[in-house]
Nanobody
């Protein structure tokens, strides 16, 4: 069994930056993808970025060039550096884990608010 613990988030002004962190705990496989999503209720979760075990990244058009996903395999962690934040980036942000065996898990979510 594994679970994800998130940290970071909070309030930023438009144009500002925030960094999100997510750490996997418990048993994880040797190959797994980590990703970030966000959600503004009642809409479904929106994919933002993904990073594979080998470091290949994929970004949604809405955040490409502003957000950067990275990971530290030794720490079993994934990060989302968010720059040039906009009010429309306000949402609850979730990290996700997808194992090579098809297993998956979500973090609990953290609120990001962009407001002046």
């Amino acid at each position: 069994q594994m679970w994800l613990v998130q940290s970071g988030g909070g309030v930023a002004q438009p144009g500002g930056s925030l960094r999100l962190s997510c750490t996997a705990n418990g048993y994880i496989g040797s190959a797994y993808d980590l990703a970030w999503y966000r959600q503004v209720a009642p809409n479904p979760r929106e994919f933002l970025a993904k990073i594979t075990t080998g470091g290949r990244t994929v970004y949604a058009d809405s955040v490409r060039g502003r957000f950067t996903i990275s990971r530290d395999n030794r720490l079993k962690s994934v990060y989302l550096q968010m720059r040039s934040l906009r009010p429309e980036d306000t949402a609850v942000y979730f990290c996700s884990y997808t194992g090579g065996d098809g297993s998956s898990s979500w973090g609990p979510g953290t609120q990001v608010t962009v407001s002046s």
